[in-house]
């Protein structure tokens, strides 16, 4: 795994204006990538998308979209 983020860093990302992360809305913290995250350029722009929201209690869902907003 350490060597495609290696190959994805010095590669990929050259040519990424955007990246987007897509993450479990059950497990929004446990499913981000920190290894990931660390290797992205720091002027890159970052979408967060949250999959299966439409799993998640109404009152979470709406706690984690005003958490991305602050």
Partial sequence: ?????????????????????????????????PELISILPPSMKRLVVYNKIDLVPLRKASELIKQQHA
Avoid at 6 to 20: A, D, G, P, R, W
């Fill in 1 to 33: 795994m350490r060597k495609a983020m290696k190959q994805m860093e010095s590669i990929h990302f050259k040519k990424v204006e955007v990246f987007i992360e897509v993450r479990d809305a059950r497990v929004p913290k446990t499913s981000e990538n």
